[in-house]
């Protein structure tokens, strides 16, 4: 898996790109927590339940079935994510889908149960650059934890950033464009 530093790559390219216009600060807030809510699935070693299993590491929380219904319970907030249900559904279910989509691309782990429930089968990506995060701390700090940190600058957040801050300066232009003069 990506650090939970690179899951809110997404959300924040998107408001970056976007603006505040389109994303507020509560929406963005909230689009943080929740590209990093399919990890808590890793308090179900406390509780004996295996890394294969359905409701194990990278489980049904990693699930598009899992994104659609964070997003639809996030969205009915959406009067104090100061938008409407529509926009915080999307934003919602696309930046907790994208956990598991990061999750498909890196060397390492099961895979992840993108269709359960329908299917309980582990899947990733066809191509696998992104370094697997270590899951405790103390090993993240050893040699191991900077090359994921680097991986994932390089295949995540320079490209996300960099089309982020095009569409940004894009935005501003098309905003800031005079009416032709007749």
Do not use: Q
């Not at 899951?7 to 507020?24: E, K, M, N, T």
């Not at 696309?94 to 993108?114: I, K, P, Q, R």
């Not at 370094?131 to 040699?143: C, G, N, Q, T, Y």
Request: with cysteine.
């Amino acid at each position: 898996m990506p650090t939970v530093f690179t899951h809110p790559a997404l959300p924040l390219a998107l408001s970056l790109g976007l603006g505040r216009y389109w994303i507020s600060g509560r929406l963005l807030a909230l689009g943080i927590f929740v590209s990093i809510l399919p990890d808590l699935d890793v308090l179900a070693f406390r509780f004996g339940i295996s890394y294969g299993a359905e409701f194990g590491h990278r489980g049904f929380s990693h699930s598009l079935f899992f994104a659609l219904g964070a997003a639809l319970l996030g969205a009915c907030f959406y009067r104090l994510l100061h938008c409407g249900f529509l926009r915080a559904f999307i934003f919602l279910a696309l930046v907790t889908a994208s956990h598991a989509v990061l999750d498909a691309f890196t060397n390492g782990g099961l895979g992840v149960a993108l269709f359960w429930p329908w299917s309980a089968e582990r899947f990733f990506a066809p191509i696998k650059e992104i370094e697997v995060s270590p899951l405790a701390f103390s090993r993240f700090l050893a040699p191991r934890g900077w090359a994921v940190l680097k991986s994932e600058f390089m295949w995540v957040w320079l490209p996300l950033m960099s089309t982020a801050i095009v569409a940004a300066i894009a935005c501003y232009l098309w905003v800031r464009r005079k009416p032709p003069v007749t």
